[in-house]
């Protein structure tokens, strides 16, 4: 298949490439586009036969539902019944990076849904994106516009990468700010429960309702008496092709641990790259240094995480280590992507 890339400056001034996705998805075809998150893979959610070309596309397990897009808050069309926490967490966080699971109406075909009676539903503080998905006139669904179990892409490069090929039209626009997919909220269920961590915190959602908790299986490995309610959540995923270790613990001990570890495994001939930070780089001298960002201001570390753990595999690095995080606010998003990059292959200082 040729793949289209268009780059999309301006909204207003690039309309015309906007609107030419738009109909591709209303022909049943595949856009990949920007959002805040990450960039996403798209097709007409209403339209069975294009989203099954989102899976075959991505090589994704067919037992994994989509999520699906809006442009308004306005989404009644699509599920059931909207209960007073979901209406206060849209009015508090639309549009952004926050997917709400709501009970689906059957015009959400069951590919799109992946047979669940549930549907996660999404309004992303992209233009590109709201733009396409009003152009489309339908609601679009779009998981991460990476091959299956690969980080997800947060610039048009990386997708080019997954995707050229596989594809009808990607969208260029800028990098994702956020860097780590949206936050997934279960509202069929009291109190709502977190799915997924993302850049909408626990706090942040605290504020809305004090009852909201994360789901313990996405914290530790998964095991048959703990599953994640998110099916996606179950799979390895965001795996670069080098080995990931995670070290936790106090800042100096952490630093003397990777120190050890680096030097060791050089000595074995292996590339090793650090996922480090502005604070720590200084401290090493040996191994590939990628500072994420910064630990004073943890949404950095979150934008720039799965674009260095793709670095790393341009590198050819055998080894990643990567420094652990506070499990608060956006560092539970941040470990919980480390720690299912790691398959959790964590070792504590
Ligand atoms: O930020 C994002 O959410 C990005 C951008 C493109 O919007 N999309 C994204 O989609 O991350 P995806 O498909 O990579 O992840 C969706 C996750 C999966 O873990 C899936 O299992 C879960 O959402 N999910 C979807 N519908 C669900 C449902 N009805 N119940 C439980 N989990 C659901
Ligand atoms: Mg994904």
Partial sequence: MKTKVSEIKSVKEDEEKIREAAQIIKNGGLVVFPTETVYGLGADALNSKAVEKIFSAKGRPQDNPLIIH??????????????????????????????????????????????????????PDNEIARRLIELSNTTIAAPSANISGRPSPTDLQRCIEDLDGKVDCILGGPQS????????????VEPALVL??????????????????????????????????????????????????????????TIEKVKDMVNYNIEKGKKVCILTVEENEK??????????????????????????????????????LAEGYEQKGVGVAIMNRLNKAAGFDIIEV
């Fill in 177 to 188: 700010d956020v860097g780590v997919e949206s936050t997934i909220v279960d509202c069929t």
């Fill in 196 to 253: 997924r961590p993302g850049g909408i915190t626990l706090e942040m959602l605290k504020e809305i309702d004090s009852k909201i908790e994360i789901d313990k299986a996405i914290m530790q490995k998964p095991s048959e008496n703990l599953k994640p309610k998110a099916p996606g959540m179950k799979y390895r995923h965001y795996a670069p092709k080098a080995k990931v270790t995670i070290i936790s613990g106090e800042r100096k001990k």
């Fill in 70 to 123: 809006v442009a308004s808050k306005n989404i009644e069309s699509y599920v059931e019944e909207i209960p007073e926490v979901a209406n206060k967490l849209i009015e508090k966080f639309w549009p952004g990076p926050l997917t709400i699971i709501l009970k689906k109406k059957d015009i959400v075909p069951n590919v799109t849904s992946a047979n669940l009676n549930s549907i996660g539903v999404r309004m």
């Fill in 283 to 320: 401290e090493y001298t040996e191994g590939i240094k990628i500072v994420l960002g910064s630990i004073s201001n943890l949404s950095t570390v979150a934008k720039n995480l799965f674009e260095a753990l793709r670095k790393c595999d341009d590198l050819g690095a055998d080894l990643i």
